[in-house]
C-alpha cells in the first residue's frame, strides 16, 4: 500500500471509524523542542521549510493554509502535485529569511533544526519570534538528539516514528484539524506494524546493509546512515545489522572501510536534489560498479542494490512507504 492509496482513506476512516474528535481548545499550549509555543487560534497561513512538514500539511487537508514552501528533495506525493502546484516555492533548498517573512506567515513549519533553530541558516527561532512569528519544529529532529554538532546532528536514542506521529498530531491540533491527524496517525501505525511483522517472518541473523544518501563528489567519502537515524530504525526493524556504527546523523565514512565490512545490501537515495554528482542515482549504481574498491563487495558483484526515496531515509510520513518497500525487496536476495 502506498501513501496515495493510504490518504485516499482517510475521510472514509476518520468518519467510519473514529470517533470524532473535540476542537481545539484555545489557547492551546505545546512545548516544541525547547520552546514553549501558544496559540490563541487557528493560524490563518503556514510557510513550510522542509518537505516533510509540506507533506504533513498537506495530508491534513491543509494545502489552502501553505503560502510557500521550501527544501525540497523529491516530486511532492501524486495525490498532491495540483495543489502544490498552486504553492509559490520560495527556494528547492534553503530559503532566505526575508522571502519567509515576506509571506506574512501565522506559522513557519520546520523541519531541520539546521534551517530553523539555535544556529539555523535560515534564521534562529528568536529571530521569528521578534516579528511574532511562531514556528514549530518537528519533534522528529530534536527528540534524543543533538544538533550542536555539525548540520545534521548526533542522535542519543534510536529514532522512532512516534516523533512523527507527535508531529502530526500536534499539527493537527494546532490548526483545529486533530480529526485529520489522528486518522493519519491511526493508519501509519496499522501499515507499520503490518511491515514489521512482514520483516520478522524473514528471520535475518546474518545480514548488512548500508545506506548511500550522497557524496560530495563521485569519488570520495560518501554520506552514509549513521545507526540511530532513520535507516537504522528500518534496518533494526528488518532485521538487518547496520555496517556503520557511527551516531551521526549522516556521518562520511570511507568506502575502503564499507568493503571491509562487506554489507549484505546497499541501499540507495533517489532524488531530484542536484547538489552533487552522485544525488544521482544511476550514478551512484554506475560507481558501485566500476570503482575497484566497491565492485568486490558482494552486494554490488549479486545485485543486493537497492534504490529508495531519498524523502524517505530522513524523518517524514514517507519512512512507511520505505519499510514497505525495504520489507518487500529483501526476500527476493535469499539472505539468512
Known amino acids: 500500500m502506498t501513501l496515495k492509496s493510504t490518504l485516499t482513506g482517510l475521510m472514509l476512516a476518520s468518519a467510519c471509524v473514529l470517533p470524532a474528535a473535540a476542537e481545539t481548545a484555545y489557547p492551546l499550549k505545546l512545548s516544541n523542542c525547547g520552546v514553549d509555543l501558544s496559540f490563541d487560534k487557528a493560524p490563518e497561513s503556514a510557510v513550510t521549510v522542509g518537505q516533510a512538514t509540506t507533506e504533513i500539511l498537506y495530508s491534513?487537508?491543509?494545502?489552502?493554509?501553505?503560502?510557500?514552501?521550501?527544501?525540497?528533495?523529491?516530486?511532492?506525493l501524486p495525490q498532491f502535485k495540483d495543489a502544490n502546484a498552486k504553492i509559490e516555492r520560495l527556494a528547492d533548498n534553503d530559503p532566505s529569511f526575508e522571502s519567509v517573512v515576506a509571506k506574512r506567515p501565522g506559522l513557519v513549519t520546520v523541519q531541520y533544526e539546521w534551517h530553523v533553530g539555535l544556529q539555523g541558516i535560515v534564521a534562529t527561532r528568536e529571530q521569528f519570534s521578534d516579528l511574532n512569528i511562531p514556528t514549530y519544529v518537528l519533534p522528529s529532529d530534536c527528540t534524543g538528539k543533538d544538533n550542536r554538532k555539525g548540520s545534521d546532528g548526533t542522535r542519543s536514542d534510536m529514532y522512532a516514528m512516534d516523533s512523527i506521529y507527535q508531529g502530526v498530531s500536534e499539527l493537527g491540533q494546532i490548526f483545529d484539524v486533530a480529526d485529520k491527524g489522528q486518522a493519519l496517525v491511526t493508519d501509519l501505525k496499522s501499515r507499520e506494524a503490518a511491515a514489521i511483522d512482514k520483516a520478522k517472518a524473514l528471520g535475518l541473523k546474518a545480514a548488512s546493509a548500508v545506506f548511500w544518501f550522497s557524496s560530495a563528489e563521485m569519488d570520495?567519502?560518501?554520506?552514509?546512515?549513521?545507526?540511530?537515524?532513520?535507516?537504522?530504525?528500518?534496518?533494526?526493524?528488518?532485521?538487518?545489522?547496520?555496517?556503520?556504527?557511527?551516531?551521526?546523523?549522516?556521518?562520511?565514512?570511507?568506502?575502503?572501510?564499507?568493503?571491509?565490512?562487506?554489507?549484505?545490501?546497499?541501499?540507495?537515495?533517489?532524488?531530484d536534489r542536484r547538489r552533487f554528482e552522485a544525488d544521482d542515482y544511476e550514478q551512484k549504481i554506475a560507481f558501485l560498479k566500476s570503482d575497484p574498491v566497491t565492485s568486490q563487495m558482494e552486494a554490488v558483484k549479486n545485485d543486493r542494490i537497492i534504490v529508495l526515496d531519498a524523502h524517505a531515509m530522513d524523518p517524514s510520513i514517507r519512512n512507511i512507504d520505505a519499510l514497505e518497500t525495504l520489507a518487500e525487496a529483501l526476500p527476493k536476495f535469499g539472505l539468512k
Open 60 to 76: 491534513l487537508g491543509l494545502a489552502d493554509k501553505v503560502a510557500g514552501t521550501s527544501v525540497w528533495f523529491t516530486e511532492v
Open 220 to 271: 570520495i567519502d560518501p554520506y552514509v546512515a549513521g545507526r540511530k537515524g532513520p535507516p537504522g530504525y528500518m534496518m533494526q526493524t528488518l532485521g538487518l545489522k547496520n555496517v556503520v556504527e557511527s551516531d551521526e546523523e549522516w556521518p562520511v565514512v570511507s568506502w575502503e572501510t564499507i568493503a571491509r565490512a562487506n554489507p549484505s545490501v546497499i541501499v540507495v537515495a533517489k532524488m
